[in-house]
């Protein structure tokens, strides 16, 4: 297929306006929008050198800069745009946009002249449709990002323990891009202990990926840093996390999300990030729930049900910590550590706040954070605590949920 795409800024008629319009978008016109260069194409560069098309019939833009001998910008050339195999995915005549076609991979090329480029282009059909039953665990595209679903109104999420360093994921640029080591291994360990415990199982999402090609526990735009293919990891990642809590409210009403990660900061001591600041935390018992704390908190849900004060709920001990603490792991906020003392602490990041009960819903979430030491090392102290984290869990289950997961059923 061929097109003349040209730039008249000037042009009234319709069909002209229109051309225009997608001359904009396919070759980046100069800003007086009148003929380029004389000089011919001898470059031509694709915005991307992979589309990755999420469900038959989707499409997205494509953007294609067209240059001279000199390397300035050429705003008028001729297209011709192929496809590698056509039962994939299509271009449309005008060349702005790319729509799939069928399951599968294929490449496209555009050419003006000699001069040529291409991208791969990826239909991916998500199998991942439910209804999600326990027993089975679920991968999303290429592995990325794991399910499992279960059957406790209990959720595990483990963002940041992948290890997998795909080539076609680019490094990440910005933002943090450190593994939270062996949480991934926590993750699942607690989950088995819990089995054990129980005869039933959380639901676990995992991330497979390294910190350096996706941070699931940021917004999409820090997370993938623009990467299709990080992208669709992200949003099976949170999607997953989603459609574990509407199975939760769905069978129990409400239930508890953790986050699960690693921290490196001075004391050793599990943080538990309710969305609460250190200042916030620096208050006396009796004021922790004013000044819009409980409002803004990632329990919220859960402190409007409980019959015990906010600050009982989240540092008293019946709280997390306070049973954390009475095992011997020390944490914050807790009855010793009611709040961090000036020191490095979490609050708890993007997961926490989308997927506790801030904004509404039955599902509370808490972030925990875990000291490399005694905690995530080898098997044996990853073992230690998990046995311990079971009965903390099974506690703060009990009481603030009044679900005991040793009834069966
Ligand atoms: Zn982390």
């Known amino acids: 297929m061929s097109r003349r795409v040209r730039c008249r800024k000037n042009s009234l008629a319709p069909a002209r306006v229109a051309l225009a319009a997608a001359c904009l978008v396919a070759l980046g016109c100069g800003s007086d929008g009148g003929a380029g260069p004389a000089g011919g194409v001898t470059f ?43 039962s994939i995915a299509r271009v449309e005549a005008s060349g702005v946009r790319v729509t799939g ?14 001069a040529n ?42 963002p940041h323990g992948g290890y997998l360093l795909p ?10 891009t450190a593994q939270d080591r062996r949480t991934q291994e926590l993750t699942r360990e607690l989950a088995d202990a819990i089995e054990v415990r129980t005869g ?10 390294h910190r350096r090609k996706l941070d699931p526990n940021r917004e999409i735009v820090e997370a993938a840093q623009g990467d299709p293919f990080a992208e669709q990891a992200w949003r099976e990642f949170q999607g997953f996390i989603d459609e574990a809590s509407a199975a939760v409210e769905a069978e129990f009403e409400k239930g508890l ?3 699960m990660h690693g921290h490196g900061h001075p004391i050793d001591r599990v943080e538990l990030g309710y969305r609460l600041t250190s200042s916030d935390l620096e208050v006396p018992d009796a004021f922790l729930d004013q000044g819009g704390r409980v409002e803004k908190s990632s329990v919220r849900q859960l402190a409007a049900d409980v019959n015990v004060s906010f600050a009982e709920l989240i540092r008293g001990p019946s709280s997390l910590g306070g049973l954390l603490e009475a095992r011997g792991y020390r944490s914050v ?9 000036g020191n490095p602490y979490f609050t708890g990041g993007y997961n926490t706040e989308r997927h506790g009960s801030r904004a509404g819903g039955g599902v509370s979430g808490v972030q925990f954070e875990h000291q490399f030491d005694g905690l995530r090392e080898t098997p044996e102290t990853r073992a230690a605590y998990v046995a311990e984290l079971v009965e903390v869990l099974e506690a703060f289950l009990l009481t603030h949920y009044g679900y005991d997961w040793t009834a069966g059923g």
């Open 44 to 86: 031509l560069q694709i915005e991307r050198e992979a589309y990755l098309l999420v469900g038959v019939g989707e499409g997205t833009a494509l953007r294609v800069t067209a240059f001279d001998a000199a390397g300035e910008v050429v705003n008028e050339a001729d297209l011709t745009w192929t496809v590698d195999d056509p």
């Open 101 to 114: 076609l069928a399951e599968g991979a294929t490449r496209i090329r555009v050419s003006s002249g000699s």
């Open 117 to 158: 480029a291409s991208a791969s282009v990826e239909v991916y059909v998500d199998p991942n449709t439910g209804p999600f039953e326990p027993g089975i665990v679920y991968y999303g595209r290429r592995d990325y990002a794991e399910y499992e679903p279960g059957d406790l109104p209990l959720i595990l999420s483990a």
């Open 167 to 176: 080539d076609e994921v680019p490094e990440r640029t910005f933002g943090v």
């Open 200 to 209: 039933r199982r959380p639901y676990v999402i995992i991330s497979r990926l």
């Open 257 to 259: 999300y953790i986050d």
């Open 333 to 341: 906020p807790s009855p010793s550590d009611p709040d961090p003392g």
